[in-house]
């Protein structure tokens, strides 16, 4: 029985996506798991992964086509079957001839080229109907203008107006210029993020607690551990590791918001706000609890890596109930963050400094002290769940060699 793969909501909210490069020819023979195309959503490209085995018979859309999320994009056949089958119809969205007038690109390839500095208008599009695609960015030249300056307008010079001898010279006029300013148009992602966010703070209860961290034993320890590894770790390995470890604590805070139930989960997938050029993406660390500090260091580093090249897989932006935002390598003491559903709590972290503080014994002293705040969805954790995680956490990272048993 012939398997018709279809074009996959990789992005909450999505209503289309674009087929970047397809992966497979036909004839190909493919396993469950193995990447059948890079998609390209809003954030990112995406490589999509066959869900069923078979042969691939047909597919149904060009490279750079964007297409509705649910509509069909290749056919697989099963055992005995041909290996062609007829095409299925499609309703593309962007698959029409461009004019002239019209330049056709992505809104990534867009972006790319604003952030390099490159003119669309002088690449040429090596894609379907001339559409320019990633690639065309790379080629040696991309952009360059042809060093012929634009002709400066030529106009007539004013007839100059004379005063007569008795009269007294006026002053020139009072010119009011316009305020200066140019308009970007949004990008896809930057539309993703509004819309995500606004449903957010419209639909999501959020609540907000706060602590201070003394993170001296912390910092110490990360040097330590520096010292005698070839993965660094970083400030925020080390809380990604204590935001599991209070999870395991507070198991209630580790849910999510469903229609119909509360969803709890047993393994502790944490999400990683990164910042990319346009925007920002949340790749999710899964099964924090489980791992040493440098598998994380090293796991983290490899995402924010591939999320600023635009080259994450689809399970990697999917999943976690938790998400961090660390703001503190800017110098932000102190923040609030916006839930990014499904999730139901998110942590901003600020930065770690020099603070006095009065310790047990009364004195005033100076210790590196952490602001801390927590998110919460009220529909999913009340205020005291949510105390006592965020005590549990502050406990752990306090009490940092606990993380290393």
Same mark, same amino acid.
């Given at each position: 029985?012939?398997?018709?793969?279809?074009?996959?909501?990789?992005?909450?909210?999505?209503?289309?996506?674009?087929?970047?490069?397809?992966?497979?020819?036909?004839?190909?023979?493919?396993?469950?798991?193995?990447?059948?195309?890079?998609?390209?959503?809003?954030?990112?490209?995406?490589?999509?992964?066959?869900?069923?085995?078979?042969?691939?018979?047909?597919?149904?859309?060009?490279?750079?086509?964007?297409?509705?999320?649910?509509?069909?994009?290749?056919?697989?056949?099963?055992?005995?079957?041909?290996?062609?089958?007829?095409?299925?119809?499609?309703?593309?969205?962007?698959?029409?001839?461009?004019?002239?007038?019209?330049?056709?690109?992505?809104? /990534?390839?867009?972006? /790319?080229?604003?952030?390099?500095?490159?003119?669309?208008?002088?690449?040429?599009?090596?894609?379907?109907?001339?559409?320019?695609?990633? %690639?065309?960015?790379?080629?040696?030249?991309?952009?360059?203008?042809?060093?012929?300056?634009?002709?400066?307008?030529?106009?007539?010079?004013?007839?100059?107006?004379?005063?007569?001898?008795?009269?007294?010279?006026?002053?020139?006029?009072?010119?009011?210029?316009?305020?200066?300013? %140019?308009?970007?148009?949004?990008?896809?992602? %930057?539309?993703?993020?509004?819309?995500?966010?606004?449903?957010?703070?419209?639909?999501?209860?959020?609540?907000?607690?706060?602590?201070?961290? %003394?993170?001296?034993? /912390?910092?110490?320890?990360?040097?330590?551990?520096?010292?005698?590894?070839?993965?660094?770790?970083?400030?925020?390995?080390?809380?990604?590791?204590?935001?599991?470890?209070?999870?395991?604590?507070?198991?209630?805070?580790?849910?999510?918001?469903?229609?119909?139930?509360?969803?709890?989960?047993?393994?502790?997938?944490?999400?990683?706000?990164?910042?990319?050029?346009?925007?920002?993406?949340?790749?999710?660390?899964?099964?924090?609890?489980?791992?040493?500090?440098?598998?994380?260091?090293?796991?983290?580093?490899?995402?924010?890596?591939?999320?600023?090249?635009?080259?994450?897989?689809?399970?990697?932006?999917?999943?976690?109930?938790?998400?961090?935002?660390?703001?503190?390598?800017?110098?932000?003491?102190?923040?609030?963050?916006?839930?990014?559903?499904?999730?139901?709590?998110?942590?901003?972290?600020?930065?770690?400094?020099?603070?006095?503080?009065?310790?047990?014994?009364?004195?005033?002293?100076?210790?590196?002290?952490?602001?801390?705040?927590?998110?919460?969805?009220?529909?999913?954790?009340?205020?005291?769940?949510?105390?006592?995680?965020?005590?549990?956490?502050?406990?752990?990272?306090?009490?940092?060699?606990?993380?290393?048993?």
């Amino acid at each position: 029985m012939s398997i018709t793969v279809r074009m996959p909501a990789l992005a909450a909210g999505a209503t289309e996506a674009a087929v970047q490069t397809w992966l497979v020819a036909v004839g190909d023979t493919v396993s469950a798991g193995q990447p059948l195309a890079e998609i390209e959503t809003e954030k990112a490209i995406v490589e999509y992964e066959a869900e069923e085995a078979g042969t691939v018979a047909a597919l149904l859309v060009e490279p750079g086509t964007s297409v509705a999320v649910g509509d069909p994009i290749a056919v697989l056949a099963g055992e005995g079957e041909p290996a062609e089958a007829p095409p299925v119809p499609v309703s593309t969205v962007a698959a029409a001839a461009p004019t002239p007038s019209r330049l056709f690109a992505s809104p /990534l390839v867009r972006r /790319l080229a604003r952030e390099r500095g490159i003119d669309l208008t002088t690449v040429r599009g090596s894609g379907p109907h001339g559409r320019i695609v990633r %690639r065309d960015l790379d080629v040696p030249g991309a952009g360059e203008s042809s060093g012929t300056a634009a002709p400066v307008p030529q106009h007539a010079p004013e007839p100059r107006a004379t005063t007569p001898p008795s009269s007294a010279p006026r002053p020139a006029p009072a010119t009011v210029s316009a305020p200066a300013f %140019r308009d970007e148009s949004h990008t896809a992602m %930057r539309r993703a993020i509004a819309r995500r966010l606004t449903e957010s703070v419209t639909t999501v209860p959020h609540f907000f607690l706060t602590a201070d961290c %003394r993170v001296d034993e /912390l910092v110490d320890l990360r040097t330590r551990i520096n010292a005698r590894t070839a993965v660094k770790v970083s400030v925020n390995d080390i809380v990604l590791k204590a935001v599991a470890a209070a999870m395991t604590d507070v198991a209630d805070a580790n849910a999510i918001w469903t229609p119909d139930a509360i969803r709890r989960f047993d393994a502790v997938d944490i999400g990683v706000a990164v910042s990319i050029p346009g925007g920002l993406v949340t790749p999710v660390v899964h099964d924090v609890r489980t791992k040493t500090l440098g598998v994380i260091a090293a796991e983290v580093r490899d995402l924010a890596e591939r999320a600023r090249a635009g080259r994450l897989k689809q399970h990697e932006l999917e999943g976690g109930s938790f998400a961090v935002s660390n703001l503190g390598m800017y110098g932000t003491t102190e923040f609030s963050a916006i839930i990014n559903p499904p999730h139901a709590g998110i942590l901003a972290v600020g930065a770690a400094s020099p603070r006095p503080v009065v310790s047990a014994e009364g004195t005033l002293e100076v210790a590196t002290v952490m602001t801390v705040t927590l998110s919460a969805d009220h529909r999913v954790m009340d205020g005291a769940v949510a105390a006592q995680w965020l005590a549990a956490f502050v406990g752990h990272v306090e009490n940092p060699l606990g993380l290393l048993l």
